[in-house]
């Protein structure tokens, strides 16, 4: 069993840096934050290290990474790649110093690593698989742990909302509960928003626009972030306001970055987003993904192509039916 094989490789090894990918959301941070936890609650003596960027956010709740991490450290560590399916998306690309290294990811199957590969795109979140390997091997948890599994399950699965959420899923979700996890505490950090971001939020909800074949979508300038005073992050992840309108099958927020570039997310209802962000340079999930275009102009045509998306299975609909 997996699970028991990569257990075992923690169980050899005396050092331990754990990557996963940059920009951290809930699921990454908590399943970085929860492994160590785990591993240095199972295993006082082993020196385990958390590699990447200090997420401002996560880091509240969770703590810091090391971002005094050496060379040397990593060199002689095995290597933990957390929720990510290809290498360029990992936070601090000095992984590739060590020569053990293990990925353990729920994302669709992009690249190898070079090392042993868990990839299990039917778990709702890495924390969930965390979660699976802690119980499949008799782990202690303690509520730290729980606490910050629990949250990439719950942050992933948008509260046990989006269609992936399984029984394993819920299953898990309990077992976690049942280690103490601070509810109250992790849900009145998950829900707070700021003025500015309801604000924004509102202005989204009233300003969207919808393609002809039933894309909504939001173009988010340099000047309306700066009007809002919102980061070029929480624009883009701001795309759940637009979810569940009716006869809306896919709906996408594009958000211009410092740099110029347009950062893009994407959700739909059924359709395979992903194919399109693929198709430019990004990547993800079946119904949530994103990637990250040079200009408004190539914004534009990927835009086109959700329509075309949306018009081709409208068409391929009324054929069967
Ligand atoms: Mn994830």
């Known amino acids: 069993m997996i699970t028991k094989k990569i257990w075992q490789e923690i169980r050899k090894a005396e050092s331990i840096v754990i990557f996963r990918h940059i920009k951290p959301d809930g699921d990454a941070y908590g399943a970085q934050m929860g492994l160590k936890e785990l591993i240095t609650f ?20 969770m703590g810091d990474t090391d971002t005094d991490l050496s060379d040397e450290i990593i060199k002689q560590s095995l290597v933990i790649i957390l929720d990510v399916a290809n290498k360029a998306r990992i936070d601090d690309q000095r992984f590739l110093f060590s020569s053990k290294i293990i990925k353990i990811d729920h994302h669709i199957f992009v ?25 499949d091997n008799n782990a202690k948890i303690n509520s730290k742990a729980a606490t910050n599994l629990y949250c990439g399950i719950i942050t992933d699965s948008g509260r046990f909302l989006f269609s992936n959420t399984t029984a394993q899923t819920l299953i898990y979700a309990a077992k976690l509960i049942d280690k103490g996890v601070d509810i109250n505490n992790l849900y009145s950090f998950i829900y707070e928003n700021t003025e500015k971001e309801v604000r924004f939020k509102g202005y989204c909800q009233l300003n969207y626009k919808t393609t002809e074949h039933g894309v909504a979508y939001m173009f988010i300038t340099s000047e309306l972030r700066k009007q809002f005073n919102i980061n070029e992050n929480y624009g883009a992840g701001s795309v759940n306001v637009l979810s569940n309108i009716e006869g809306v099958n896919i709906h996408v927020f594009f958000s211009e970055k410092e740099d110029g570039k347009v950062k893009v997310e994407l959700r739909s209802k059924a359709l395979p987003v992903n194919i ?31 329509d075309d998306l949306c018009k081709e299975s409208a068409e391929h609909y009324e054929a069967i039916f």
């Open 42 to 61: 199972n295993f006082p003596t082993k020196k385990v290290y958390c590699a990447g960027e200090i997420s401002s956010h996560w880091s509240k709740i």
């Open 276 to 306: 399109i962000a693929t198709k430019y340079g990004g990547g993800g999930h079946k119904l949530a993904s994103g990637a990250i275009v040079p200009s408004w102009e190539i914004a534009e045509q990927l835009l086109k192509d959700l």
């Open 111 to 135: 690249e190898e690593f070079g090392g042993i590969e868990w990839v299990d795109t039917s778990s709702m979140a890495t924390c969930e698989m965390i979660t699976k390997m802690a119980f």
